[in-house]
């Protein structure tokens, strides 16, 4: 089964808000990640956060991870209509070479 | 610098006709190798991933195969495709001691 689970599943926002999306996993981690894709491409890799970590922050992004709760937040803050893709949690476990993927939160943004 | 490349980028196959999609990561040794299918508006399911040089693992019962004939060679095949593996299909590499995951532009493959 799958490891990260995004939501929501879609969100609408005006060009200039904020989108926050969620993940939750299942098992531990040594890090997690948060991937962009823009319809029909590859997935693009936006920001890596550790377990020891709570907090990162990207240009516009900022990633927030609680690893009691097994859940990781991504915002984008001051959206623009190129920011509309789908983006995608992914976990790396302890000890292993497999990285799961959530179904995805597609944002849409409209200008 | 490292680039990844997979093809073809699209192709329309009969049901029961095989299948082969291939990739190759160019700048890099030893690269962790990964084959995830997405179905339409959908995440990523993990099918194959590979450590090595015939070192093949696989998460999906299924028929489709994948092989690693050189160390940046990743090959997903099948014998008989069903109406069920049409998909977009993302190959990927991972550098052992890192964590990012390179994708790269995919396949789009529809079975009719």
């Known amino acids: 089964s799958q490891q990260g689970e995004e939501d929501p599943q879609a969100l609408s926002i005006q060009e200039g808000e904020n989108a926050t999306m969620n993940c939750s996993y299942k098992t531990s981690i040594n890090n997690l990640q948060w991937y962009r894709q823009n319809s029909g491409r590859g997935l693009v890799h936006l920001i890596l956060i550790r377990s020891n970590e709570r907090e990162k922050h990207s240009g516009r992004l900022r990633v927030t991870l609680d690893t009691s709760k097994k859940s990781s937040s991504l915002l984008i803050t001051a959206s623009r209509a190129a920011d509309t893709a789908s983006y995608f949690c992914a976990t790396f476990g302890t000890g292993g070479f497999k990285t799961i993927f959530g179904a995805g939160t597609r944002l849409f943004v409209k200008a | 610098s490292q680039t990844i490349h997979q093809w073809p980028a699209t192709l329309v196959q009969p049901v029961g006709s095989p299948l082969s999609l291939e990739c190759t990561v160019e700048?890099?040794?030893?690269?962790?190798l990964y084959w995830y299918r997405q179905a339409a508006g959908r995440g990523l399911q993990l099918l194959f991933y590979s450590v090595g040089i015939g070192q093949i693992s696989s998460e999906v019962p299924q028929n489709l195969s994948a092989s690693r004939p050189q160390d940046r060679q990743f090959i997903l095949s099948s014998k008989k495709l069903l109406l069920s593996d049409s998909g977009f299909y993302l190959c990927?590499?991972?550098?052992?001691?890192?964590?990012?995951?390179?994708f790269g532009e995919g396949s789009w493959l529809t079975v009719v």
């Open positions: 990927a590499w991972r550098s052992g001691s890192g964590n990012t995951i390179y």
């Open positions: 700048g890099t040794s030893n690269p962790n």
